[in-house]
């Protein structure tokens, strides 16, 4: 199996062991958006200059997911931000993330109907228990939060994603909130990645938690207004 991408970590966490989305949607979709970003930043592809994204390597990097969104920003015309790109590159994500890894084995695809009227499908591991890629990912973030010693990038970086979308109250609720909070902005402030690289990935953390924010408040609104 291919080693999984940040995109794919953010599924089988935002997944309970039901095969339930937990985190809800949009704030799935732009997670994943900001993953596949932030993925191309640490592969050294993309960076952030004059608060744009920029293409500095258009070379593949051998993951579908990841260089079909590579071709789209270098193709493109216009010099966007980060948060253009988030709605942009959403669409459609979830599905072909979930695809993938029920194509690796990773989870399995079960179609079913809600008091046999409403359709749904769910996304369990085919054991049905947590798999084993999840617990690991967890247990590299769990590592990071209680340790006081250097993150790995790629661990720093889902951490940002995680915190970005909020799932990150969901994931550690055995650590004290402010801790969590705490520690997450150190290890964001850390030493683990290229000032280029952590500034792109910054803006692309900050673009994530706008997004959820306003499909957040436009959701209450229509909900108070109907």
Not at 4 to 28: F, I, K, M, Q, S
Not at 85 to 101: E, F, Q, Y
Not at 144 to 149: K, Q, T, V
Not at 155 to 184: M, N, Q, Y
């Amino acid at each position: 199996m291919a080693p999984l991408t940040l995109a794919d970590e953010l599924v089988l966490l935002a997944y309970d062991d039901n095969g339930v989305n937990r985190l809800g949607r949009p704030h799935l979709d732009y997670g994943l958006a900001g993953a596949v970003l932030l993925e191309l930043a640490l592969a050294g592809r993309v960076e952030v200059v004059d608060e744009r994204l920029v293409v500095t390597d258009p070379a593949p990097t051998g993951r579908r997911l990841l260089d079909d969104a590579l071709a789209e920003v270098t193709a493109d015309d216009k010099r966007r931000r980060p948060k253009d790109w988030i709605g942009r590159l959403a669409k459609g994500l979830p599905d072909r993330v979930l695809s993938g890894l029920v194509d690796e084995g990773v989870l399995r695809r079960e179609s079913d109907r809600v008091l046999l009227v409403f359709p749904r499908t769910r996304y369990p591991s085919p054991t049905g228990a947590e798999p084993v890629a999840e617990t690991a990912a967890r247990q590299r973030m769990v590592d990071a939060l209680l340790s006081d010693g250097p993150v790995e990038a790629r661990t720093a970086a889902l951490l940002g994603v995680t915190r970005a979308v909020g799932l990150d109250r969901k994931l550690f609720r055995e650590l004290p909130k402010e801790r969590l909070k705490a520690h997450t902005t150190e290890i964001a402030a850390g030493d683990w990645a290229s000032a280029a690289t952590k500034k792109a990935i910054e803006e692309t953390q900050a673009a994530i938690m706008m997004a959820t924010t306003v499909a957040t408040t436009a959701a209450i609104i229509t909900t108070t207004t109907s």
